[in-house]
């Protein structure tokens, strides 16, 4: 139905920045919540922020004013700033995407490593 694809993770010094990209194939997502979580080892997935296709942002109190969620509807491509990266930040960072009318997110991608060394 709805495939996700993330890219831009690597490996980046603490205060540098990433971008990561989200493609999303097979459905349109007019009415969708697109969101990024992020997992480090041995921890639980967190959620770090999330954009409507009506523009509408959240953000998790961990990263707010360091990262920046946008989308590009045309291309249905989720992009995720990430400025002022800290050690903290370390985790896999996966994009997923729900129904507005959905509680939970029914599509993830593969994720993609985001490190940040000290």
């Known amino acids: 139905q709805v495939q996700l694809v993330e890219s831009g993770g690597g490996l980046v010094q603490s205060g540098g920045s990433l971008r990561l990209s989200c493609a999303a194939s097979?459905?349109?997502?007019?009415?969708?919540?697109l969101a990024w979580f992020r997992q480090a080892p041995e921890k639980e997935r967190e959620f770090a922020a999330a954009?409507?296709?009506?523009?509408?942002?959240n953000y998790a109190n961990t990263v707010k004013d360091r990262f920046t969620v946008s989308s590009d509807n045309v291309r249905n491509t989720v992009y995720l700033q990430m400025n002022s990266l800290k050690p903290e930040d370390t985790a896999v960072y996966y994009c997923?995407?729900?129904?507005?009318?959905?509680?939970?997110?029914?599509?993830w991608g593969q994720g993609t490593q985001v490190t940040v060394s000290s």
């Open positions: 954009i409507s296709w009506s523009g509408m942002k």
């Open positions: 997923a995407a729900r129904r507005g009318s959905q509680h939970s997110y029914e599509y």
């Open positions: 097979g459905r349109a997502l007019s009415s969708y919540i």
